[in-house]
């Protein structure tokens, strides 16, 4: 540490007694909480998985940190809350981090340094890249204990800002801004990440769609080649060519559909103007109807289900549309199935907001989406880290950045012994038995 920020300083007085402080306190930690996340990383195996996946390209006899080392300290910052690769320069250090990847506390050697994380970030090549995307996809299948009978995958793409001359950035002018906008991918029910690819900043077209659902699809038929699968998104991804390619290889979609449809509009011109009289008539603030149709636009195949719903209020007349494969009433179809894809907007939340993951500001479009595939990793960390909390506990559905600031962040004092490690926590911590419970599937496992 620089000496400078070494050196003790005075703060105001406490009762009449001279306040000094400094950073002396010699084997602390501020994150004991990635014990807990070392023990899940370990039932996971999310290190060693991504690491089989990237060729080693060190002189052998130069080697001090090995891959798996280096995306435990990654992934494990990551969800400690430090995005940032230059971290590292700092982390290396702490007790709690050594440990957590597989060193000693105070005789091991220090972990990775920023220069070394980058390169690494910069290191995996296309083919690695696209190795470890499909070992994302593999652990969310593995991650079933037994083989669901269906699964909805949301598929949405999200806004990434861009800060540079990076490779891939377009202007967006519905954002105004330069950007990325990479497809996020998870399964509906659950909230489990499935995969999240980088892309260029604009709209997704249907055989880019097309491409993405067949890799992605194509490798969880490779683990569960029966199981019913929903697709469902918003009006970008309803393309003619992925809809086509749904019904080719029998898999039900749902999306929306794009409304400025003058055909579609006069189909449902009628119930419009009920709805609205009814409304009027009737002084309500609001109304709302839906109405199933049967459409072919001129680029589609064969004709296809329909749902509008139409809702009346003191501002007009909103008409929404959606294109669908599955049966069922209008508003069942509505309601229940394509509005619950809004869930997903609260995953990649917790994916991008709570876990940084658009930090993407490498030059090369290769180390953002290895960047990517980390943040996932970590988003699987956190995720399982939530599942293991009982039930009546209110961190049962608590959000990543509260699980953090609760059971990640805690103060820890670390003693290393000659034949044992001491971690002392806070005697006032407020989940201390919450934490001592999380612990206790890991209570006597091999070091």
Not at 96 to 112: H, I, N, Q, T, Y
Not at 117 to 140: H, T, W, Y
Request: charged letters at 25%; one cysteine or more.
């Amino acid at each position: 540490m620089n000496e400078d920020i070494a050196l003790p300083f005075d703060l105001p007085s406490v009762c009449r007694k001279k306040l000094s402080v400094g950073f002396d306190g010699g084997r602390l930690s501020s994150d004991a909480g990635l014990l807990l996340l070392r023990g899940i990383e370990r039932q996971l195996g999310l290190a060693a998985r991504l690491a089989g996946c990237i060729r080693e390209w060190r002189d052998p006899e130069r080697i001090e940190h090995s891959l798996v080392e280096m995306l435990k300290l990654r992934m494990f910052a990551i969800a400690a809350g430090y995005e940032d690769a230059n971290d590292c320069g700092s982390l290396r250090h702490d007790p709690v981090f050594k440990m957590a990847v597989g060193r000693l506390p105070e005789s091991g050697d220090a972990l990775c340094s920023q220069p070394t994380m980058s390169r690494l970030e910069n290191a995996p090549s296309k083919i690695e890249l696209g190795r470890m995307m499909a070992a994302m996809v593999d652990q969310f299948c593995d991650s079933y204990s037994h083989k669901p009978r269906s699964i909805v995958l949301d598929i949405d793409d999200t806004f990434d800002a861009v800060h540079g001359h990076q490779q891939l950035s377009l202007f967006n002018a519905h954002y105004d801004e330069r950007c990325f906008l990479p497809i996020h991918i998870y399964e509906g029910a659950s909230g489990k990440p499935v995969a999240m690819i980088l892309r260029t900043g604009k709209t997704p077209s249907g055989k880019e769609v097309r491409t993405v659902l067949k890799h992605v699809v194509g490798r969880i038929r490779k683990h569960w080649p029966k199981v019913s699968i929903v697709v469902r998104g918003d009006s970008h991804y309803g393309r003619h060519e992925s809809m086509e390619w749904c019904e080719n290889q029998g898999i039900d979609y749902v999306f929306g559909f794009g409304g400025g449809n003058a055909v579609v509009d006069a189909m449902v011109g009628e119930t419009a103007d009920a709805l609205c009289v009814e409304r009027a008539e009737g002084g309500k603030e609001k109304l709302r109807s839906y109405k199933k149709l049967t459409y072919g636009a001129k680029s589609w195949r064969c004709e296809r289900t329909l749902v509008a719903r139409l809702e009346a209020s003191a501002k007009g007349l909103d008409v929404r549309y959606i294109v669908t494969s599955l049966e069922g009433g209008a508003r069942y179809l509505y309601e229940t199935i394509y509005c619950a894809r809004g869930e997903a907007e609260n995953f990649i939340k917790l994916h991008k907001a709570q876990l940084a993951s658009d930090r993407t500001s490498c030059r090369d479009p290769k180390a953002n989406q290895f960047r990517l595939i980390l943040h996932t990793a970590a988003y699987w960390l956190m995720l399982a880290l939530r599942k293991a909390m009982p039930k009546k506990s209110p961190l049962f559905r608590a959000e990543f950045q509260t699980l953090r600031l609760h059971l990640v962040k805690i103060a820890a004092r670390v003693v290393e012994g000659a034949s044992r490690i001491r971690v002392s926590l806070p005697s006032a911590c407020p989940h201390a038995a919450l934490f001592r419970r999380l612990a206790s599937p890991f209570l006597g496992a091999d070091p």
